[in-house]
């Protein structure tokens, strides 16, 4: 087997590199903004580092039980999903160790990892045989459906208004300030990505899919351990990829780390403020809610473009 | 004094029949096929809980442990007056999830199930199955008098006196009820037995697991469950 060309070995190390530190970015960020949060309830919330005792915690767990082969696969698929997006997407525009493997076509790429752990975790969750975690996957599949609508809107109308689907093409276009940013540009498509965005954080108005009060807690009721700490593993990297690919299209990505650190911190801050002042839709609302506002604006940002 | 009183339970020796939907029977699917449904048999494992070992190393075991001791995930499970005391824990007054206590809706993730209060038979039931369902190391804290001696539901007919003869605790808050500080105070106790290794619950239920199913069978009449069902 020849290597494609241009890969080099020493990418798999700068990859692991990248991984490291978005794992570390992302069980940090997640901790600040439930912290964030609690501060909105008057509460002070968890200490910043909980991520990491919990994580340890769940790998230190004695005892495990499998309910078979696609249980036991189902986080691996949802972690393999969080870092497939983040390992073929670059993260530092400019900066040659971090990006990644990125290649021509990854456009779709990313659009299709964004979908694969939920598929995974649909498997997974549902060999458990627990009665809410189908109830969960029914609910979490319909709603990233329509969810994702609005953004698969957006990037069809970005990748017609720059003539590729390279996201490091698409970043260069948007170097040199704020105006040549997709966010200024085209801002039909962005804010119908918002919608998309705002709509798969699995944050209120859109958490019905793990709704802790009414279906204890939806997909996951099964998972515990270390089964529990890959999928806590991937909810600390899985936002902060989305967040990439979302910075990368529309907000001119990052050209160091300071940079990538800010500006993922305040687009997750978004559906994070958003979600403690909305209560929550049931999914036929929320789906309703994509169809009937997200749904026009990408389409009308095809029509502009 | 026993635990459940002679006098108010009559016909104690009577079998009670399994309930309808336990029953085996055979189904026919869609596709003409024939196929036999063993609810006890198909829904719940039979095997009996393990004792499971330490770390190899003492300072990975006294890592864990701080882990542990610092990621106490509260089951959901309320029963009798106590639940109420551990609501204002969420709030803002008293706030638990500044020391690491999280409250996670299946037994399946969480760590420690406070028994709060009184338990009648019929509960005792759900909680050695949520209990049971709970992965190790699992802690159990009781609380309130009730769980220690019956308290104020001593002579009752239906509730159980002592918790430690159905499920090992490792932790009494006595009162009734205790205020939200006490359940604090006693979490802070807990850690301190976790990270000593003394919390071992999970290991002294597997090892007297045939005492303590004596026990509970003793009380719970209608056992319409395996042995040992996660």
């Known amino acids: 087997m020849t290597p494609q060309p241009g890969f080099q070995w020493i990418q798999i190390l700068y990859a692991l590199a990248t991984l490291f530190v978005v794992l570390n970015y992302g069980l940090l960020m997640t901790a600040l903004v439930q912290k964030i949060a609690a501060r909105v309830s008057g509460r002070h919330g968890i200490p910043i580092w909980q991520n990491y005792v919990d994580l340890v915690k769940n790998f230190a767990l004695r005892s495990q039980i499998s309910h078979g082969v696609m249980y036991y696969m189902g986080p691996i698929f949802r972690l393999s999903g969080g870092i497939g997006l983040l390992l073929f997407v670059p993260t530092i525009y400019g900066l040659p160790w971090a990006q990644n493997f990125s290649f021509a076509g990854d456009l779709i790429l990313a659009l299709y990892f964004v979908f694969f752990g939920t598929l995974g975790m649909a498997l997974g969750a549902g060999e458990s045989g627990h009665p809410h975690s189908a109830i969960g996957v029914s609910r979490g599949l319909s709603q990233t459906t329509a969810a994702e609508l609005p953004l698969a809107l957006a990037v069809y109308a ?70 529990m700490a890959l999928m806590q593993t991937n909810r600390a990297i899985f936002p902060v990829a989305k967040t990439v690919v979302y910075m990368n299209l529309f907000f001119g990505g990052a050209s160091n780390w300071l940079e990538f650190a800010l500006k993922v911190f305040a687009l997750y801050l978004i559906p994070a403020i958003i979600g403690v002042v909305h209560p929550r839709f049931r999914v036929e609302q929320s789906i309703r809610f994509f169809l009937k506002w997200g749904l026009p604006v990408g389409v009308l940002a095809i029509l502009v473009v | 004094m026993k635990d ?104 399946r993730q969480a760590n420690l199930l406070i028994i709060s209060g009184y338990l009648s038979v019929k509960t005792l039931k759900r909680a050695i199955r949520a209990y049971e369902q709970m992965q190790g190391p699992k802690y159990v804290i ?45 979490f802070m106790e807990l850690k301190k037995l976790i990270r000593a290794g003394k919390a071992e619950g999970a290991n002294k239920y597997a090892e007297n697991f045939a005492t303590y199913k004596a026990a509970q069978k003793s009380v719970i009449k209608d056992w319409d469950m395996p042995d040992y069902n996660w």
């Open chain 1, 158 to 227: 970005i990748a017609v208004q720059y003539h590729t689907l390279n996201i490091p093409q698409i970043v260069a276009a948007q170097q040199g300030g704020i105006a040549h940013w997709t966010l200024i540009t085209n801002p039909l498509a962005t804010i119908a990505a918002m919608f998309a965005y705002v709509g798969t954080m699995m944050r209120a108005p859109f958490d019905v899919v793990l709704a802790p009060q009414e279906i204890p807690i939806g997909p996951p009721t099964e998972y515990h351990s270390a089964y």
């Open chain 2, 142 to 186: 009781g609380l309130g008098s009730c769980t220690i001696n019956g308290g104020m539901y001593w002579d009752s007919y239906n509730t159980i006196k002592r918790l430690d003869a159905y499920l090992p605790v490792d932790l009494y808050i006595a009162g009734c009820m205790p205020r939200p500080e006490a359940l604090l105070a006693g």
């Open chain 2, 4 to 107: 459940i009183d002679e006098r108010f339970q009559k016909n104690r020796d009577r079998t009670v029949p399994l309930r309808e939907e336990l029953r085996p029977r055979t189904v026919t699917t869609p596709d003409g096929q024939e196929i036999l449904i063993e609810p006890l048999k198909d829904y719940f494992c039979e095997a009996a809980p393990k004792v499971h070992p330490k770390a190899y190393f003492q300072i990975v075991e006294n890592f864990y442990n701080w882990a542990r001791a610092n990621s106490l995930w509260i089951l959901g499970f309320g029963t009798g007056c106590g639940a109420i005391e551990m609501r204002p824990l969420m709030t803002p007054r008293f706030d638990a999830y500044r020391y690491g206590v999280q409250w996670r809706p299946t037994p």
